[in-house]
């Protein structure tokens, strides 16, 4: 049996031939479902905008932090302090750079109305580090951080709201930090000096407790290798290429200038050294040398449940 083609005017003479009622009932049905789609997909779209915002860009304006809290106020940048500032210019590209520790604050914070002392300055400085990322976002580092590769930190935090910087099997490194302002791990980081600081020990809370924390919230952090490396950058020959496929694509490299025999104070240092990684690093930084490109296949990231 073949059934005729209704036109589009047939539904119409069956519709007028309701009660009024009928009809205003189906209107009002007819308008809550529209209603109901429309308001359905503009929160699904702000939802999707929302998340968006908040997990594919990095911190915004992004800034680059210096924390310095000396018992020498009168004391003077270094040289190789002008190069890390330097290379966060030239290899990061931030929305500005914000030196913190014209205060020295006198505790962490109160915990059942006792405040927390610190152990030490560096100890104050760490802290000081963690607040300031949960107050702008970016990145915080000393003054013997060199960035390399910096605009892979942009890209990482577009999906991780935290990065710390790997030190060993026991702990990470606090010489390196970035984030969101409202990254759970740097907030948990931060708490632990008021909840359970040990100032006796002085990597417990700047290593340790980092390293149980990128445990708990690894979707949230990026534990990155290669920045703070265990050996001397003063002993590592260049011309290995092995070693030194990793630096050139690490985002940075903590050198503990603090700890090394010979200081770099001139250009005139500069153009003297020995051919060494750290040489490298400082010669490319000051001269303004372009690093090359990222190998897409490199991967420094040290999973949390390995660690």
Known sequence: MLLKKRSRNTLFPYLLRLPNSAVFCSIYISSLLSLFFFLSYHLISQFSILTKSTTQREPSPFYLHYVR??????????????????????????????????????????REGKPKKPFSIEHFADVAKLDVLLKYGGVAIDFDVFFLQGERIKDILKRKKAITCYGDEDGNNIGFVAGHKDSKFLWAWRRSYIDIYMASDWNFNQAFVSKYLSVLYPKDVYVADFICPLFNAELTDPQNEEVMYFFRNAMALHTYERSLEKSIESVEDLKTMNNTLRSWLFRNIYHNIQVPPVDPNFNDEVIPDRL
């Open 69 to 110: 809290f000396s018992s020498k106020p009168q004391r003077n940048f270094t040289f190789t302090d002008y190069l890390s500032v330097l290379s966060g210019v030239q290899y990061l590209r931030p929305d500005g750079i914000l030196l913190h520790g014209d205060v020295i604050p006198n505790d962490f914070g109160k």
